[in-house]
């Protein structure tokens, strides 16, 4: 069921430049807080009526759930499911995080512990309660917990069934309805966040079942599902954030997920982003998401040693150019090669698997 969606690479390209966006716009109005203009973009529109990044981490969350649970194939089934995940999320992973402990010392002076590093080295920081190396890790780890729930799916034979996804995103919003509530009266160890991206992800799953697999099932529940969650969302963040522990507001927030939900059924109902140039930063948007705050921090430093009005300017291209040109390289020289190793991986593993079988039943 592997299919390329060049739509949904569109949407992935416009979702890294959002995200990158948003965190050059924070970072230009903190390196230049006389400019008036950027301090007002930040304060009265990033972070007061709609955060760019939000938008962005939905509108992933959402790919996520239309692309991941339809990569399964009958060749490799669960076995090649998990080998091609691993070798499509870990690689890059593994050379920012080398790159940040590397840089991170001499461009922010934040020294890395060992303990630190090797627990991120597994991207299950999340789980263990250890902090992110770099800020953007923290969705990973809620991928990794979407690959789980597709994995348990699978082998139970319920991926794709529609009543039992509705069910599940359901349980999703409870949880975070319930999460929130408790964090409005001074639990705040409890989730809130996460299960709701988790319903975005069922949310998407249900959407390609609905739009693109044909399932009459799926798109009866559909509307009912876009229903709840358009009211589980102001619902759950006006209880769980109104105590300011987020830099924007709680508005900003939930207008980042009605435009992320908003540009991702604009994709797939009208096919758009298909252009040459969204398709392409698609393309490479993991490595602009994964190595992007490097170069944010390395051009702080220097253009935070630049007299005059230069340094924002400077700011802006020194992130650009070396962020693009990391993350083509790394596509390139890293990310389509391990994709395809994985693969044969796979494929090796699952040819292994039914050569042992019918071995087995021939001894029998």
């Known amino acids: ?186 639990h705040q160890q409890f989730p809130v966040a996460m299960p709701l991206y988790l319903a975005v992800m069922l949310l998407g799953t249900m959407v390609r079942l609905a739009q693109v697999e044909g399932s009459h099932s799926a798109r009866r529940l559909l509307p009912a599902m876009f229903l709840l969650l358009l009211l589980a969302i102001p619902g759950a963040w006006l209880t769980a954030y109104t105590d300011l522990s987020h830099r924007e507001t709680p508005i900003a927030d939930i207008v980042g997920f009605y435009g992320a939900l908003a540009l991702f059924m604009w994709c797939v109902k009208r096919n758009a982003f298909c252009g040459r140039l969204p398709v392409y930063v698609g393309s490479v948007s993991y490595a602009i998401y994964l190595f992007h705050p490097l170069a944010l921090d390395t051009a702080s430093f220097v253009a935070a040693r630049v007299p005059g009005s230069f340094g924002g300017p400077l700011l802006i291209v020194l992130t650009l150019a070396p962020t693009f040109a990391i993350a083509h390289f790394t596509f390139v020289t890293l990310e389509k090669p391990m994709v395809r190793l994985g693969r044969k991986v796979a494929a090796a593993l699952s040819t292994e698997a039914s050569s042992s079988r019918v071995f087995r039943e021939g001894d029998g």
């Open 1 to 186: 069921m592997r299919v390329r969606l060049a739509n949904i690479d569109g949407l992935r390209g416009i979702a890294a430049l959002l995200v990158l966006t948003q965190h050059l716009c924070e970072r230009y109005a903190s390196l230049t807080p006389d400019a008036p203009g950027a301090a007002h973009l930040l304060e009265h529109v990033l972070l007061s009526f709609v955060d760019l990044g939000k938008v962005a981490v939905v509108a992933f969350f959402a790919i996520s759930g239309f692309v991941v649970p339809f990569s399964f194939t009958a060749e490799t089934g669960g076995t090649g499911f998990i080998v091609s995940r691993i070798f499509r999320l870990y690689p890059a992973y593994w050379l920012s995080l080398i790159l940040a402990a590397v840089l991170l010392p001499i461009v922010s002076g934040v020294t890395l512990p060992l303990s630190r590093f090797l627990i991120n080295f597994t991207m299950l920081q999340g789980a263990l309660h250890v902090g992110d190396v770099l800020p953007v890790y923290w969705t990973l780890f809620i991928e990794l917990i979407f690959y789980c729930l597709c994995f348990a799916l699978y082998k139970a034979r319920r991926l794709y069934s529609p009543v039992t996804l509705f069910l599940l995103f359901c349980a999703m919003l409870a949880l975070s309805l319930a999460a929130s509530d408790l964090r409005a009266h001074g």
